[in-house]
């Protein structure tokens, strides 16, 4: 029986500085904080799902550069007990890094690809390992694998297609990148995607069907029109879109949910670096412990509420009986 997941794609240094304000051109701010953490998707994925359940097979797999940086991520997973079997080096080429900027209510990112750009479908033909998931984040920051292929319409799609014929269940994130992407992309991968999981930004640019106002709104009424245009795109399984007052999902079968998000309040947050990724490792979490929907929505919100109390992506994770009792005492959003 499979058990556990594998997570593939964006290894990155996360260079976190928090500063007292976002400048204007030419402007200055002050930095009052920073340090070197661990970030992208699959890095942040297995180290929230380390901290739930040290059990839970996590297995790594990616590019990281033959440097210092590609140590530390190293050493990090190693720490977590991660499978780094598959987490290559990429001599002459330095390990992805993000310059985080965290100012009070937003953050931007500016970001080198370094080795992340040599990851390819051929990387993957002698990974063999015994989890249930192979997830794949972010599309859209891949070169490689986002770059056009002849038969499958990008190399991610024709390497979640070979990582589904193996027996994974094939997960998709995506980084909230250039909105011309999106559909492209998706009209490669979806078919080959057993679970999408996506904010509403993302989930937009899909799709089509805008999911918040210019005002800021979110128009809940159009979420049925989303997720069905999500499926006819291809998804194999479950669609699951998130956004700071909650989430919802839909399966092909078409069983329909949403969960409102944990209240949390301006003065708690440290830091929103992480958070969607915090939820979808507690989502894949209880998905694998074969939770129901509606739970599984509201164990990645609880994920993302400890999350956003700690400026590095995976720094704020707990244990998976603390996410449960954070969720039977808390109060949660409306709307």
Known sequence: MRDGILCAGNWI????KQVDRWPGEGNLASIFAEECAPGGGPANVLFDLAAMDPEFPLYAAGRIGDDTEGD?????????????????RTPGMPTAYTDVISAPGSRTFFHAAGADRRLSAQDFEAVDCPAEFFYLGYLLLLPSLDAPDPE???????????????????VVDFVSGAPEGFLPAAQAAFPYTDIL????IEASCCTGVALRGEDGALHKERFPESFARLFALGIGDVAVIH???????????????????CRIGPEEIAGRNGAGDAFAAGL????????????????????????????????????????????????????
């Open 72 to 88: 530390f991520l190293r050493s990090e997973a190693a720490k977590r007990g991660v499978d780094t079997t598959f987490l290559l």
């Open 243 to 261: 956004f700071p007052e909650g989430a919802a999902a839909r399966t092909r079968r078409g069983e329909f949910c949403v969960s409102p998000a």
């Open 13 to 16: 240094v996360d260079r976190i």
């Open 197 to 200: 999981i996506a904010n509403e």
């Open 284 to 335: 894949l979490y209880a998905l694998a412990k074969r939770l129901p929907l509606e739970t599984a929505l509201r164990i990645g919100s609880a994920s993302s509420y400890f999350n956003l109390k700690h400026p590095t992506a995976s720094g704020g994770a707990v244990p998976f009986r603390e996410l449960e009792a954070h969720l039977n005492g808390c109060a949660f959003e409306k709307f």
């Open 152 to 170: 499958y319409g990008t190399g991610a799609a024709r390497l979640l297609a070979s990582m589904r014929e193996r027996g994974f269940r094939t």
